[in-house]
Nanobody
Framework: QLQLVESGGGLVQAGGSLRLSCAAS????????MGWYRQAPGKQRELVAT???????NSLDSVKGRFTISGDNAKNTVSLQMNSLKPEDTAVYYC?????????????WGQGTQVTVSS
């Protein structure tokens, strides 16, 4: 029932910017964390940035200072502003939502959006 709708991916030149957005609909649990993960060809999926419902953030070292995550608890949305993009940022980016339902931890994933940085 829950759906994570992602938008904002695309092709950009090195040094450019993109803004990814994700909206959760059909939510039947209390979301405590939303964020973005990415997976490049031949590599494992890795955390890019997350934000909790209290506003606490966590991010990948290689994107610190370039990417900024923000969220809106009331709208169940999360955004990732990506500046100074590098070719190594090229990957499929996945929205993630985690929360608690009836005392149990649950997690959902979006279908992914492609980000390609050319050089």
């Amino acid at each position: 029932q829950l759906q994570l709708v992602e938008s904002g991916g695309g092709l950009v030149q090195a040094g450019g910017s993109l803004r990814l957005s994700c909206a959760a609909s059909g939510v039947t649990f209390r979301i405590i964390r939303m964020g973005w993960y990415r997976q490049a060809p031949g590599k494992q999926r890795e955390l890019v940035a997350t934000i909790t419902s209290f506003g606490s953030t966590n991010s990948l070292d290689s994107v610190k200072g370039r990417f900024t995550i923000s969220g809106d608890n009331a709208k169940n949305t999360v955004s990732l502003q990506m500046n100074s993009l590098k070719p190594e940022d090229t990957a499929v980016y996945y929205c993630n939502a985690a929360g608690i339902r009836s005392g149990s931890y649950i997690e959902y994933w979006g279908q992914g959006t492609q980000v390609t940085v050319s050089s």
